[in-house]
């Protein structure tokens, strides 16, 4: 039976069994395959943490299969697969950030992704290279029945055009009402381009394997989940890998770059939107992929502000540039 599992943890630990010194303590992680082609040709991606804590539930792991804590393995005590057990620390914050790992199978990867899921309260876009689990299938499909109005529960994705429907496992033929689905359903906000298979121009492989979560509503906590995991059932249950669960604005916002170039990359059209809430400083949050040529905002403004202004920030916080606003009417303001 152990011959017919995968590893696909695909992790590096730096310099953890140095305890003299924490601070040196490195995990590189994601869906990287250290190849060739997984270098020059496939849509991959990395997650570096720098924390003692995390580099030392990595390493509790690595040793789980290694069979031993020192230099030299031991295949005889070494656990793979369903052998290995639920014997690390999940949660983790590294400078502020939240931060969640989970291994493959002992840690229930698919509960906790489903559990991600249900939190969702506006957009999830994902981007995957094998997607076969119907439940995590099932769970985008409540998040988005639940909401009843696809103008606040925007569900996108990219398929890799391998895994899109040459496997009659694939959840691709459910989530895009293709015929013979078992389980159809409609999502997005324009049902044709919601679900797409990728395009990739070096013609490799969408290796992605991650879910974004409400990265256009700041005020709903932003949040990634990233793997080395397929998402499918053998993926859950048998081969050894990896997830890492990371709330934050920033990193979300860099996962969403990338989402939308192979979406955009794969035919899609998507404009973004703009954040419906904010706060009493009247701070717009804008997607910051959209290339526009001509940009006009209006704003109503119900209270007197002397010389209001727009600040164009960067997305590391820096200001860069400012626009006064014009006033065109009572309480209305617009800026081009």
Not at 91 to 104: A, H, K, P
Request: net charge negative; with cysteine; hydrophobic share 35%.
């Amino acid at each position: 039976m152990m011959g017919i599992t995968t590893c696909t943890i695909s992790f590096f630990i730096f310099d953890y069994r140095d305890s003299s010194v924490y601070t040196d303590d490195w995990v590189w992680t994601g869906s990287y395959n250290v190849t060739y082609w997984g270098t020059v040709a496939n849509t991959q991606n990395v997650v570096t943490i720098h924390d003692h804590d995390v580099a030392s539930a990595y390493t509790e792991e690595f040793e789980e299969m290694w069979g031993l804590s020192d230099n030299s393995p031991n295949p005889g005590n070494a656990k793979f697969s369903y052998y290995k057990t639920d014997n690390t620390e999940h949660q983790f914050n590294v400078d502020g950030v939240n931060i969640e790992v989970y291994f493959s199978p002992s840690d229930n990867f698919k509960d906790n992704l489903v559990n991600k899921i249900e939190t969702t309260n506006y957009e999830s876009y994902f981007s995957i290279f094998y997607f076969s689990h119907r439940d995590i299938s099932n769970a985008l499909k409540d998040v988005w029945n639940g909401r009843g109005d696809c103008a606040l529960s925007n569900i996108r994705g990219i398929f890799d055009e391998g895994c899109w429907t040459n496997n009659y496992n694939s959840e691709a033929i459910d989530i895009s009402f293709i015929p013979g689905s078992c389980n159809p359903w409609h999502p997005g906000l324009d049902t044709n381009l919601a679900i797409l298979r990728d395009n990739i121009c070096s013609d490799g492989l969408l290796h992605h394997k991650y879910l974004i979560i409400d990265v256009e509503h700041s005020e709903s906590g932003p949040r990634v989940i990233t793997v080395s995991t397929n998402w499918s059932y053998w993926g859950d249950n048998y081969n050894d890998g990896n997830s890492i669960f990371i709330q934050s604005d920033f990193i979300a916002n860099q996962y969403f770059q990338e989402w939308m170039a192979r979406y955009k990359e794969a035919g899609g059209e998507f404009s973004g939107i703009i954040s419906e809430n904010y706060n009493r400083s009247i701070t717009l949050i804008l997607s910051t992929d959209i290339i526009v040529n001509e940009l006009i905002i209006y704003l109503f403004l119900n209270e007197n502000i002397i010389n209001p202004i727009i600040d164009v920030i960067n997305l590391t916080g820096q200001k860069f540039t400012s626009f006064p606003l014009n006033k065109v009417g009572d309480g209305l303001y617009t800026v081009e």
